[in-house]
């Protein structure tokens, strides 16, 4: 009869039917002897890092980097102490010296930094290559696994047609496709946790990058910064030749020449032009005035936003900024009736991204969350990141924000940094741009103090 199988058909069948198996089991073995992090025993993540950790100088490093940042917390309380006092010779010594101590604190700290994000980021990398090196293996795994399925699966269909096996043999293909079929899932989560893994590994690295170019660029302001405090210690050293007379009238001729201070140039090197210390000073007081900020505090942190940000302006949109912001940037230049392409932007360093525009070097999407309240200050509809009255309001706004309509030096330190680095403020890394806003902000007090007769 036609329905019913030869012997030697049904010898084919079998034959087939147990390389069909062999090939089953061989994928369910390639399976078992791949490991994963999580069903295999191999250490957590966490842990691998807490052990490269114990087995590194890192905890001697961070031990130095406290004892560090304590000494520079210590100075700069002692510096508000000082500053707090009537100007003397001897306290302008002191001044002096503790500004030198705190920035050489700091770039020897700057350094430390770098050394510990760079030792970081060489851990990172090399977790990364190793996830990278077992998805691969776990890809393997599940491309096995599949074609084990599809090759059970035939095996079923065979066995079905033709009928030349026992119920036991039947019985013995369904528990191998469903073993096949739970390490597949169990293979499949195990992918998605290493991918999951290495995703967030790959953003810490790029963090860290980022955390290393701002710590560089801080450092060579930092070192910048120094040289320049050593030179007026030596210039006021020599001025003043120790006595106290000479010190009174070094004042006295300082104070008598309000028209110098005037003319004397405040540089917003990011939009290409130089405004004289009485023509920022003129833009910034109403505006602090109706905020409740100092204006002392709001040109040091606009001046130090500029020298900080060496390459604004040099960057291009569609390379430099992250094109999150796109829509956002168009809009902006839209509305100011810009070319795109024309708008200068901040340029991105070695790792990150740029895209901050103007004097007070705000993202696109900030500047929009501020546009309103900048409109409500200054009147001017749409307001620009690149006009430096509608720039200077929105420093203000966001400084106050920020607690510096406090107007205590603590409030105002703290402002500048979460101006400076968000959410990461805290991070003792970048309290160098605090501690120079704050150096800054006492020199433009006391200019403005002549500007005002006090």
């Known amino acids: 009869m036609r329905g019913i199988p030869s012997r030697r058909r049904k010898q084919t069948i079998k034959t087939r039917l147990m390389t069909i198996g062999a ?5 369910i073995a390639m399976a078992v002897t791949v490991t994963t992090p999580t069903t295999r ?6 842990l691998t890092v807490a052990r490269a950790e114990e087995a590194n100088p890192q905890g001697v490093l961070r031990g130095q980097l406290d004892g560090l940042t304590r000494q520079i917390d210590d100075l700069r309380a002692a510096l508000r102490e000082t500053r707090s006092q009537s100007r003397t010779l001897s306290q302008e010594r002191i001044r002096l010296d503790q500004e030198i101590l705190r920035s050489e604190l700091s770039v020897e700290r700057s350094g430390r930094v770098i050394q ?5 980021i060489s851990v990172l990398e090399r977790e990364i290559g190793a996830s990278e090196a077992e998805i691969a293996g776990q890809r393997e795994v599940v491309a096995a696994l599949l074609r084990a399925i599809a090759v059970s699966d ?8 033709f009928s030349g096996g026992t119920l036991a043999d039947l019985t013995d293909q369904f528990e191998a496709a469903a073993r096949i079929e739970r390490e597949l899932l169990a293979r499949i989560a195990d992918l998605r946790e290493l991918e999951a893994e290495a995703g967030e590994r790959k953003l810490a690295l790029e963090e860290q990058r980022t955390n290393e170019e701002t710590a560089r660029q801080l450092l060579v302001v930092a070192r910048d910064d120094l040289l320049v405090k050593r030179e007026l210690r030596l210039q006021f050293l020599a001025e003043t030749q120790g006595r106290e007379q000479n010190f009174a009238n070094q004042i006295t001729a300082t104070e008598a020449n309000a028209t110098r201070i005037r003319t004397q140039l405040y540089l917003l090197a990011d939009i290409g032009k130089a405004l004289s210390f009485g023509e920022a000073f003129a833009v910034a007081k109403p505006i602090s005035d109706a905020v409740g900020v100092r204006p002392a505090f709001l040109l040091a942190v606009l001046q130090k ?3 900080l940000g060496a390459l604004s302006g040099t960057g291009f949109w569609r390379t430099d900024m992250h094109p999150r912001d796109w829509p956002a ?7 100011l009736g810009l070319d795109p392409d024309q708008a200068p932007i901040s340029r991105k360093p070695s790792y990150g991204w ?3 525009m103007g004097p007070a070097q705000f993202l696109p999407a900030t500047w929009l969350a501020y546009r309103d309240r900048v409109v409500a200050l200054t009147g001017n509809n749409p307001p620009s990141p690149w006009n430096v009255q509608d720039a200077f309001a929105a420093a203000a706004i966001k400084l106050a924000a920020g607690g510096a309509n406090e107007r205590t ?3 105002e330190w703290r402002a500048a940094m979460i101006y400076f680095a968000g959410g990461n403020w805290k991070n003792p890394a970048y309290a160098f741009y605090g501690d120079a806003v704050e150096d800054l902000s006492a020199a433009f007090q006391a200019q403005i103090n002549i500007l005002e007769g006090r």
Do not use: D
């Open 305 to 307: 936003e500029s020298r």
């Open 116 to 120: 510990s994000l760079e030792e970081e």
């Open 154 to 161: 035939e095996s079923f269909l065979l066995s079905t047609i």
């Open 329 to 335: 940037f168009l809009t902006i230049t839209q509305e």
């Open 41 to 46: 025993g191999i250490a957590s993540p966490i």
């Open 23 to 27: 090939a089953i089991f061989s994928a």
């Open 354 to 356: 740029g895209g901050a």
């Open 409 to 411: 030096p603590s409030a």
